[in-house]
């Protein structure tokens, strides 16, 4: 039997695809060796948006093992370095209520940690008070639903907090409420609570938290499927159903389970994130491939209306030039 021949032009095109394609995929995955500089370069630039984040740690890795970390600036923070998160509280809270409500997640919910119950009245939280009398404080208006947002995003403590009283967690406050949010996270963070708030109270360190997000990655811990599940819109400058957002206003990012999605069109690469308003900010890569944390802790600007001066926007911009480094393996 004959075999059939091709012209040689067919077979030429073919072989010129073939090499095209695998060129492409070899300038798609860069070497560790080439992101860890890249990372590197990055992070220590004094051409970027980094110099203002320092100091800072930071460290990037996959569901096994850090890749590549670093300190950057003078008193940089060690890895073991246990500070205040802030609102990176908010996806380890999240990941307790999927852990305890075995990745089924009811509508109230749903609402309440997509931040659209409506409590919006809520301040802040004391130390020697617990959850539940800083849910009932008159200065948090007792934390009652306020008509004017409900159904709205609004990025306030009050739904966390209303939500963890549904819970049980009511009675706990400080060593024993971090140690009953660590107890199905399997972790070592939250280390303590401050202040017992849900949404903002923990404290923790870079290890810490990077131990958390191998444990989402590997799956291990149910947030990795609920990863971007139930987005809302969160710009009210582009959104109706939107009345208050901590982001810039020249950017809109939508908000899951307890996490951000940085999917602006314009700066987004669709990473998940939870930045915290001293500047701690850890992230998982859209891929669901790296996570990373840029930890610091600065008061200097964290109530300044600027966001240049915001330490959260600081480590967020800081923070995406070396994920974007670490994924092209090209220095930003």
């Known amino acids: 039997m004959t075999r059939p021949t091709h012209p040689p032009f ?3 095109a073919f072989t010129c695809c073939v090499l095209a394609a695998v060129a492409a995929s070899a300038r798609a995955a860069p070497t560790t060796e080439q992101r860890r500089s890249a990372a590197e370069r990055t992070a220590r630039s004094d051409g970027n948006a980094c110099v203002a984040a320092r100091p800072f740690y930071w460290e990037i890795g996959d569901a096994n093992q850090a890749l590549a970390q670093g300190g950057v600036g003078e008193r940089a923070p060690a890895a ?3 500070m205040a998160i802030a609102s990176a509280s908010k996806w380890l809270y999240a990941s307790w ?20 119950s409506g409590r919006t009245h809520f301040l802040t939280c004391g130390r020697r008070q617990n959850v539940q009398d800083c849910e009932g404080n008159l200065l948090n208006g007792r934390n009652r639903v306020d008509g004017k947002t409900a159904g709205l995003f609004d990025y306030n403590s009050g739904h ?7 819970m049980g967690l009511g009675p706990l406050r400080g060593p024993s409420l971090a140690a009953a949010i660590r107890e199905p996270l399997g972790t070592s963070i939250p280390a303590d609570y401050t202040q017992p708030l849900l949404a903002g109270g923990a404290t923790g360190s870079a290890a810490g938290y990077a131990d958390f997000l191998r444990r989402v990655l590997s799956g291990k811990l ?11 819109c969160t710009n009210p400058k582009t959104c109706p159903q939107a009345a208050s957002t901590p982001i810039p206003g020249s950017e809109s990012w939508h908000y899951s389970i307890g996490h951000w999605v940085e999917d602006d069109p314009r ?6 994130s939870s930045a915290g308003l ?15 944390v840029l930890a610091r802790e600065s008061r200097d600007g964290s109530l300044s209306r600027d966001p240049a001066r915001q330490p959260y926007v600081q480590s967020v911009e800081c923070g995406r030039l070396i994920r974007k480094a670490w994924l092209s393996g090209q220095p930003q």
């Open 222 to 232: 149910r947030m990795r499927e609920a990863l971007g599940t139930h987005a809302v």
């Open 278 to 292: 001293f500047g701690f900010y850890p992230w998982i890569d859209a891929g669901k491939t790296f996570y990373g």
């Open 267 to 272: 700066t987004g690469d669709g990473a998940y």
């Open 160 to 166: 966390m907090q209303h939500h963890a009283m549904l």
């Open 10 to 12: 067919i077979r030429l």
């Open 97 to 116: 209520v999927l852990e305890k409500r075995g990745g089924k997640l009811g509508d109230e919910d749903i609402e309440l940690l997509t931040f659209r």
């Open 80 to 82: 073991d370095h246990v």
